[in-house]
C-alpha cells in the first residue's frame, strides 16, 4: 500500500527543497554510474524513507543527497554479485552514463569524454569530482555528504582532477 503524505506537515516543510534539490541529485548519481532509471529508484527510496523515519535534519539538501548516494550505492553492492564486473581488472564494465540518450542530449562533446573519463577513476574520486566541479558543493558539504573527513575529500578531488587531465590528454 502506497503512504501518501500531501497532509502530512513534515512533508510539506520539506516538500520545496526535495522538489528544488532532486534534479540536481538525480544528474549527480548519473553522473557517479547510475543509469538513468536507477537515480530515480534511489531518490525515491531515499525520499520515502526520510518521510517514514522523519529524522531531524539539520541540512536537509545535504541528507536528500547522503540518503539518495546510499540507496545507490547499495544497489551497486546488490548486483556486484553477479554482473557488470571484469574479474581481470576489477572495473565496472557497465554501460558508461554518457551512452544514454538522456544524458548524451544534455552534454557537450567535451562533456562526454570527462563522462566517459570519470567511469575509470575510482568512485570515491569520481564522487568527489562530480560533487566539487559539477555541483559545486565545498569541501566540507562533500565530507558531510560522504561521510569522509574534509582531506580525505580533497585529496580524492585533486587525484581525479590529476587523472581527467592525464585521460583527456589522450
Not at 538525480?26 to 529524522?55: C, F, H, K, M, Y
Request: proline share 5%.
Amino acid at each position: 500500500m502506497t503512504q501518501t503524505y500531501r497532509d502530512d506537515p513534515y512533508y510539506q516543510q520539506f516538500k520545496g527543497g526535495f522538489v528544488q534539490w532532486a534534479p540536481g541529485v538525480r544528474r549527480v548519481l548519473i553522473d557517479i554510474g547510475a543509469t538513468p532509471d536507477e537515480a530515480n529508484d534511489a531518490l525515491q527510496e531515499a525520499v520515502e524513507s526520510i518521510l517514514s523515519s522523519r529524522p531531524d535534519m539539520r541540512e536537509p539538501r545535504f541528507y536528500l543527497m547522503r540518503a539518495a548516494r546510499n540507496k545507490y550505492l547499495s544497489m551497486v553492492r546488490a548486483r556486484r554479485h553477479t554482473d557488470d564486473i571484469d574479474e581481470e581488472t576489477g572495473l565496472d564494465t557497465a554501460t558508461p552514463s554518457s551512452a544514454w540518450p538522456e544524458s548524451r542530449a544534455l552534454a557537450s562533446e567535451f562533456r562526454g569524454r570527462v563522462v566517459t573519463a570519470l567511469q575509470v577513476l575510482p568512485p570515491a574520486h569520481r564522487e568527489a569530482f562530480v560533487l566539487r566541479a559539477d555541483e559545486r558543493f565545498s569541501y566540507a558539504e562533500i565530507a558531510q555528504i560522504t561521510g569522509r573527513q574534509e582531506s580525505t575529500v580533497r585529496q580524492h578531488y585533486k587525484r581525479a582532477v590529476e587523472a581527467l587531465r592525464m585521460l583527456l590528454r589522450e
